[in-house]
């Protein structure tokens, strides 16, 4: 009779396991790429702090991270074809950083409500800046990512 209760209790407890382990992904997932957002609340009203947060996206970029600039409240002007030559200082141009982190593979996504606040419509984004979407935000997000806000 034992051995009929232990045989019992083992089918029962299968779909348990099973659940559990497949539930389980980061135990048998290999790691997951390293994951970077910058939330950047300012634009051209603070030039100094739009420079740096630009700054660090461009190393999280050359450290091999996924990267997203998200631009929100008055970010999005700095992914305007409008803003022109606005710059930090002697720096490069917002534009021509916002271009270059593109060109290198980071995604720049833009508050399209916060867009329309500040007077930036859907085409005025520089040729590879797109409006957020939650899927476009969240999605990318797993358990090596790192968020930032200027």
């Known amino acids: 009779m034992k051995p009929l209760a232990i045989a019992a209790l083992v089918l029962l407890a299968l779909p348990f396991l099973a659940a559990c382990e497949g539930g389980n992904a980061s135990a048998v997932a290999p790691e997951a790429k390293p994951v970077a957002i910058l939330n950047l609340t300012v634009g051209t009203d603070d030039p100094h702090r739009a420079w740096m947060a630009l700054r660090l996206a461009d190393h999280f970029v050359t450290a091999g991270r996924e990267t997203i600039v998200f631009l929100n409240v008055t970010g999005p002007v700095l992914a305007s074809t409008k803003l022109g030559d606005v710059k930090f200082e002697d720096k490069p141009a917002y534009r021509e950083i916002v271009a270059d982190l593109l060109k290198r593979g980071a995604k720049v996504l833009v508050c399209p409500e916060c867009a329309e606040k500040v007077g930036v419509g859907k085409e005025d984004l520089v040729p590879g800046a797109e409006f957020a979407s939650a899927e476009s935000l969240f999605g990318p ?9 200027y």
């Open 141 to 149: 997000m797993n358990q090596n990512t790192v968020v930032f806000s």
